[in-house]
T-cell receptor, first 115, second 110 residues
């Protein structure tokens, strides 16, 4: 099956600092990558969709200047949380799809804690 | 109205039971339906997807779509403690991203 990795798996940072999360598709070329956010005991909420070499498309209510997404290659997308605050603490999960948009494979997630 | 609705549970069953997990959706135009399994503090894992109506079977898992009633189901036969997880239904709405149900927490008691 398709494998997607995320790094780091867990990060703690101080309020006001920035954090970068990497998402990689290991055995396929990801035409599209997606970033989700999940609060405890809640479902996944889509934050943004990115295509390689293009600007990301953000969902309504998601601050694009705060959550910077770069999709530099067909196997790598990054999410940078800028000037993080405690309310940004959450579980961030990326997914990737190849030629079939409906077939998405998820990374293991990154737990962000902002103190 | 939400595009997809799912009973959050929790659902507790004894080992060996048949489990039925269900979702309803709002738009009859939707064609692709997915089931994901998510263990605590992990990313979702794609179990299976179905296109349009009908059944799809993979080992102990069967996915079923009833487009007339806009109802999708996942059945787990001979449930095991290792099946304890949150199960998420998802629908591909054609806007590239998936829309997820709220997830049903399943606990299989040994």
């Amino acid at each position: 099956g398709a494998v997607v990795s995320q790094h780091p798996s867990w990060v703690i940072c101080k309020s006001g600092t920035s954090v970068k999360i990497e998402c990689r598709s290991l055995d396929f070329q990801a035409t599209t990558m997606f970033w989700y956010r999940q609060f405890p005991k809640q479902s996944l909420m889509l934050m943004a969709t990115s295509n390689e070499g293009s600007k990301a498309t953000y969902e309504q209510g998601v601050e694009k200047d705060k959550f910077l997404i770069n999709h530099a290659s067909l196997t790598l997308s990054t999410l940078t949380v800028t000037s993080a605050h405690p309310e940004d603490s959450s579980f961030y999960i990326c997914s990737a799809s190849g030629t079939r948009d409906y077939e998405q494979y998820f990374g293991p997630g990154t737990r962000l804690t902002v103190t | 109205q939400k595009e997809v609705e799912q009973d959050p549970g929790p659902l507790s069953v004894p080992e060996g039971a048949i489990v039925s997990l269900n979702c309803t959706y709002s738009n009859s135009a939707f064609q692709y339906f997915m089931w994901y399994r998510q263990y605590s503090r992990k990313g979702p894992e794609l179990l299976m997807y179905t296109y349009s109506s009908g059944n799809k079977e993979d080992g102990r898992f069967t996915a079923q779509v009833d487009k007339s009633s806009k109802y999708i189901s996942l059945f787990i036969r001979d449930s095991q403690p290792s099946d304890s997880a949150t199960y998420l239904c998802a629908i591909y709405t054609g806007r590239r991203a998936l829309t997820f149900g709220s997830g049903t927490r399943l606990q299989v008691q040994p």
